[in-house]
């Protein structure tokens, strides 16, 4: 089932020294220098989008898809709508809030690598992205990513080497030159802002989406903000990374800004907090 507009294509970018640069454009080039060791902070995901420069698959029921797993393909692949690519570091608030997207409280306990649980809902997929992909960024550590990956991801889904959070760690390590772990000086703090369901199949697949709020330190203070989908199956009691190759790369705009809310993110309302986030 489609319940998102057909997308206008967006190129995939990656997290790269230029962006960095540019989106620093004015600042001293002290402060440049100081910064390189974050420049790869402002990735996009690597992988390359399926069929990009296509038709995004008609909403609207199967699409012609002939199984179920073709479907999950046409619901991945389909573009996604186009920002500035700028719009991830540059804030420009919005007058008029996006709507919110109301998630659920986490399931009492944790699951494997300390991860909260979340429940088998559409929203609960997104919120378990959310919460897989926060712990991975803010440990930025190559050895607690693996174990996060063995646990989430199930066969047929990404491997590690090409899970693309798996990969902005490492680019994040290598760019900020340390070694298989952020050091104590380094800090990374990650807040779901936004969120959206871009197409299910079924109560056991859900093609979600967030939009995060990422700062790091390294001597000096960057903040972005970046978008991220992934295929989510429920499977063993509880949401996981799907089989299938990686969807189309969602936009990365500031959080709140008139960019994220024309790109359709919808605004991060935790129930666990009980406030907008």
Not at 31 to 37: A, R
Not at 47 to 63: E, I, K, N, V, Y
Not at 234 to 239: I, K, N
Not at 251 to 259: Q, T
């Amino acid at each position: 089932m489609w319940n998102q507009r057909t997308f206008e294509t967006h190129p995939v970018r990656v997290w790269d020294r230029q962006r960095l640069l540019l989106a620093l454009i004015g600042a001293t080039a002290v402060v440049v220098t100081v910064l390189v060791g974050l420049a790869m902070l402002v990735m996009q995901a690597v992988h390359p989008t399926q069929d990009a420069g296509g038709d995004a698959p008609s909403l609207g029921g199967q699409s012609g898809a002939s199984s179920p797993a073709q479907l999950r393909d046409q619901i991945a692949a389909a573009p996604m709508a186009s920002v500035d690519a700028a719009a991830a570091t540059r804030p420009d608030p919005a007058l008029t809030p996006a709507p919110p997207i109301r998630l659920p409280y986490a399931v009492v306990g944790r699951g494997p690598a300390g991860i909260q649980v979340y429940d088998h809902s559409s929203e609960g997929a997104v919120a378990q992205l959310a919460a897989i992909d926060v712990a991975v960024l803010e440990a930025m550590d190559v050895t607690y990513t693996g174990e996060v990956h063995s646990a989430w991801a199930l066969p047929g889904g990404p491997s590690l080497e090409q899970w693309d959070i798996a990969t902005n760690v490492t680019a994040f390590l290598r760019g900020s030159r340390q070694a298989a772990a952020k050091d104590e000086a380094t800090s990374v703090q990650v807040t779901p802002a936004g969120g959206l369901i871009k197409g299910t199949d079924g109560p056991d697949w859900v093609l979600a989406c967030v939009l995060l709020d990422v700062r790091a330190t390294i001597q000096t203070d960057y903040r972005m903000g970046w978008g991220h989908c992934a295929r989510m199956q429920w499977s063993d009691g509880r949401w996981q990374i799907g089989p299938g190759g990686p969807p189309a790369t969602a936009p990365s705009a500031w959080p709140g800004s008139r960019a994220a809310v024309a790109a359709g993110w919808l605004t991060w309302e935790s129930a666990e907090q009980g406030v907008q986030r």
